[in-house]
């Protein structure tokens, strides 16, 4: 939403980082699930993002996702989560793509399969796509889960199964964002302000491989020449949270990035210049 009077942008990252460090400082691993996208962060003593990888290649997960299966189901949103744990035999689900898994969970209500098996299939399938995602960011204990999905029963004892920790949960995890804004609000008022360095990864994985280009916000000093380099045109130079110019993955090709690059070994093979030679930081690597 848009505020008249704002007049500084804080990313969403660093706010549930900030929010959740307020309420455990012993926090290095977050999970967060929102409604559009899911993401696994790592952060510092202090609240400071220091490596980042988002998943936003499909709704599959996210609480949109949750939203759309508790309907198909005819369940109450807030009911989901206790119904998975009365299940007995997890219905095993080929994908989590949100139109996919939607067909095939109507299939097994025909079938007569009950809902408690279907959401506990699912919550299976989610929760292992949560752990590669957290694996990217290498899992440190203390390990948190914020946003609307930490109060799903259900899915939190799947995650904690599959990362094998128990996650602190706040008691309004989906206001954690909401809180860290408003400590960077008093940050600001109070005339503090801290400058923050981190890894951000662009891309997904996917069924046939994982697709992240990584820039190191710490390296990275906004000149352009990544931009310059790349034949396809996916990498841009915006702001971050602080004004400063940093280099990062286009929007418009951050869900299909590995059809628009073919990956650094490719790329370096078909071309003299690319981003990474370009780069006189070395601030860019790629996962393929
Ligand atoms: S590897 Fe090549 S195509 Fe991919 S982002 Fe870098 S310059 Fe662009
Ligand atoms: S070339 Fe390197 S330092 Fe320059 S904008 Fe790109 S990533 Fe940043």
Redesign the pocket.
């Known amino acids: 939403m848009l505020v008249p009077f704002a007049n500084e942008n804080v990313s969403e990252i660093s706010c549930h980082a900030r929010g959740i460090n307020y309420s455990f400082p012993s926090v290095r691993t977050i999970l967060d699930m929102g409604g559009q996208d899911c993401k696994a962060i790592s952060v510092d003593g202090e609240g400071r993002v220091t490596n980042f990888v988002m998943n936003d290649k499909c709704a599959g997960g996210t609480g949109r996702f949750l939203e759309m299966i508790a309907d198909v189901l005819g369940l109450p949103l807030a009911e989901i989560g206790d119904t998975a744990l009365q299940s007995r035999t997890a219905i095993p689900f080929n994908t989590i793509c949100a139109v996919f898994a939607r067909s095939e969970a109507v299939a097994y209500l025909r079938k007569g399969v009950s809902r408690a098996d279907i959401l506990a299939g699912l919550n299976e399938a989610i929760s292992v796509r949560c752990l590669n995602l957290l694996k990217r960011v290498s899992i440190q204990s203390d390990f948190s889960i914020s946003d609307g999905i930490a109060k799903n029963k259900g899915m939190v004892a799947k995650i904690t199964e599959k990362v094998g920790l128990k996650p602190l949960l706040a008691e309004d995890p989906q206001l954690a964002g909401c809180l860290g804004a408003a400590l960077f609000a008093k940050d600001r008022v109070e005339g503090k302000g801290k400058r923050e360095e981190m890894k951000i990864a662009y891309g997904y994985s996917d069924g046939t491989g994982e697709y992240y280009?990584t820039f190191d916000t710490g390296k990275c000093d906004g000149c352009g020449k990544?931009v310059e380099?790349?034949?396809?045109g996916?990498?841009e130079v915006g702001r971050n949270d602080h004004g400063q110019p940093k280099a990062m993955?286009k929007d418009s090709v951050r869900k299909k990035i590995h059809l628009?690059?073919?990956?650094?070994k490719a790329?370096?093979a078909a071309?003299q210049v690319?981003?990474?030679s370009a780069c006189p930081n070395d601030a860019?690597s790629?996962s393929w």
Request: charged share 0%.
């Open positions: 280009i990544c380099a790349c034949p396809a996916n990498i993955v628009t690059c073919p990956g650094y790329c370096s071309n690319n981003c990474h860019i790629h």
